[in-house]
C-alpha cells in the first residue's frame, strides 16, 4: 500500500487512488456482511448462525434445535481439510443432529468459538441431552487441552 501511495504522489495520477479506495471499501464491506457466524443457546434450544451472505446479500437465517431433539453430537472435519492426530485440535467442529428429519444441523465451529465457550456449551448439552456425545468430543471435554 505504501508503494502504491509512493507511485501516485510521483506519478500525479489520483485516479488510481480512487480506485484503490474503493477497492478497499469493497473489501471491507464484503468481510462485514461474511462477519455472521453465532451461536447461542437458552433453557430450552441452541441456536445458530452460519457465516456469509445469501446473493440477495441477506444474512442465513437461524439454525435452531431443541435440546430434546438432539440425539448425537458428533465430533467433524470438515471435506478440505486433512484430519491431524495432534493433541491441540481433535475435531474441527461439532455437528449437533436432531430427531426429525427437517431438523437442519447445527454446527458449533471451534475455531469460531473460544474452548471455554465452546466447553461449557458442551456441558449444557451434556447435561439437557445425556449420552449423545460422541467419545471424541467426550474425551475432548474431559481433557484440559485448548481448542
Not at 451472505?53 to 472435519?77: G, H, K
Not at 456441558?123 to 481433557?143: C, H, K, M, Q
Amino acid at each position: 500500500m505504501l508503494l502504491f501511495i509512493a507511485v501516485l504522489l510521483k506519478t500525479g495520477d489520483w485516479k488510481g487512488l480512487v480506485f484503490a479506495v474503493l477497492l478497499f471499501a469493497g473489501t471491507l464491506a464484503i468481510e462485514w456482511l461474511d462477519r455472521s457466524y453465532r451461536v447461542s443457546y437458552d433453557g430450552e434450544a441452541v441456536y445458530m448462525r452460519p457465516h456469509g451472505i445469501t446473493w440477495t446479500l441477506a444474512r442465513w437465517r437461524e439454525s435452531r434445535i431443541a435440546f430434546a431433539d438432539i440425539v448425537a453430537a458428533t465430533a467433524e472435519w470438515g471435506a478440505r481439510s486433512p484430519r491431524y492426530d495432534n493433541h491441540f485440535t481433535p475435531f474441527e467442529f461439532v455437528q449437533l443432529h436432531g430427531q426429525r428429519e427437517n431438523d437442519e444441523p447445527v454446527s458449533l465451529v471451534g475455531g469460531e468459538l473460544y474452548g471455554e465457550d465452546l466447553r461449557e456449551l458442551l456441558a449444557v448439552i451434556e447435561t439437557r441431552a445425556p449420552g449423545t456425545l460422541d467419545d471424541d468430543v467426550r474425551a475432548w471435554l474431559a481433557s484440559n487441552r485448548r481448542f
